[in-house]
């Protein structure tokens, strides 16, 4: 059964650091991207991996600040962030391509970005950027 589980989150204070994992069970050819949505705003994409984790794309609003790498040995996929914002206060999703998609969708960021693009989705861990 293909499953994403994230973990990691938790309060942090502005200009701290959080790392969030997914466990990718069974997904090791899928791009994987992270999503976040705070309440009352639509879902946005923060950015995706490649199924080998060769390639990775930011939204604007994160690059310089967040990181994605994956561990395939572990089945795991993580999402580094730094300079934390209360902005970026948001249940963070992780969410799996499949492989048909996997070899460009990390080289676009409108559709690195794209949910719609995504077919299996994790249940989310809320993050909050506060002091």
């Known amino acids: 059964q293909l499953q994403l589980v994230e973990s990691g989150g938790g309060l942090a204070q502005p200009g701290g650091s959080l790392r969030l994992s997914c466990a990718t069970s069974?997904?090791?050819?899928?791009?994987i991207g992270w999503f976040r949505q705070a309440p009352g705003k639509e879902r946005e994409g923060v950015g995706c991996?490649?199924?080998?984790?060769?390639?990775?794309n930011y939204a604007d609003p994160v690059k310089g600040r967040f990181t994605i790498s994956r561990d395939n040995a572990n089945n795991t996929v993580y999402l580094r962030m730094n300079s934390l914002k209360p902005e970026d206060t948001a249940v963070y999703y992780c969410?799996?391509?499949?492989?048909?998609?996997?070899?460009?969708?990390?080289?676009?960021?409108?559709?690195?970005?794209?949910?719609?693009?995504?077919?299996?989705w994790g249940q989310g861990t809320q993050v909050t950027v506060s002091s």
């Open positions: 969410a799996a391509s499949e492989p048909r998609r996997s070899r460009y969708i990390t080289t676009v960021q409108a559709m690195c970005v794209q949910a719609r693009k995504y077919d299996v």
């Open positions: 069974g997904l090791d050819d899928y791009a």
């Open positions: 991996i490649s199924s080998a984790g060769g390639s990775t």
